[in-house]
């Protein structure tokens, strides 16, 4: 029986510590077993992640309470031990409480709550401009004409994944951005609504055909961050998976002058109209 225990507390220890060292791994994707959300990676991540701790105190709190009160009711108003029950109907100071004392909890949770959504809506300084478009069932990462960087972005198939590439997650050309700068995202699709999602950078935002949405992250330590179409967008949904590539400035530059001769002729296709994204799709899978 000791010798069980013993075995029990080690395995709980083990998945305590694998828990505990997921989050350090330098790629931020999804862990086997994962129970929380990716560290967060970028601003918006971690005011996200504050507030949602500070939701989850409130909710835990209030939880408790509403608990409490119930079952005492329960024990101490039951037809056993109260037979003749109070005729009161009315107490305006119990009424006045259970109004406002909500009132001010939504309130403290509605003023981060809309800091954020501003927050996180655009940015005033952005260091560069990347327009992402999504097509079935792929990304497109276009830099802008004064860059002229516009390619596209595949998932590695199944049979060509190399060790330590991950299923469904890595991709053919990565998203490259400058770390620690403000990178204004423009989403908009080709064919169907798409979302481009990346959990550690707290970015989520509509690819809608015929509009254009604003969004902007700042990644500040060079690594890789994954993300996913999160909007069901056709049978290849989830083979349409978004790889960042956060590297120093220099490096980016340097990126830069390479993938403009790189991606020189296989300039996609260049906006909405023009995109033939059944076609394209088929060599997927
Ligand atoms: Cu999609």
Known sequence: MKNLAGRVAVLFGAILVTLALAPAAMAQLPQPWQMGMQAAASPVAENLQSLHTLVLWIVTVVTIVVAALLLYVIFRFSAKRNPVASRTSHNTLIEVIW???P???LVVIAIPSFRLVYFEDRTANADITIKVTGHQWYWE???????????NSRVVADEDLKPGEHRLLDVDNQL?????????????SA????????PSLAVQRYAIPGRTIETWFRVDKPGTYYGECNQICGANHSAMPISIKAVPEAEFQA???????????ATPTTGPTLAAPVAVAANIH
């Open 99 to 101: 109004t406002v004392v």
């Open 191 to 198: 064919d169907v609504i798409h979302s481009f999602f990346i």
């Open 103 to 105: 009132v001010l909890i």
């Open 255 to 265: 990126w830069l002058i390479e993938a403009k001769t790189k991606f020189a002729d």
């Open 141 to 151: 990462y276009d830099y802008g004409t004064a860059a002229k960087v516009d390619f």
């Open 176 to 188: 490259v951005v400058p770390a620690g700068k403000n990178v204004r995202v423009l989403t908009t």
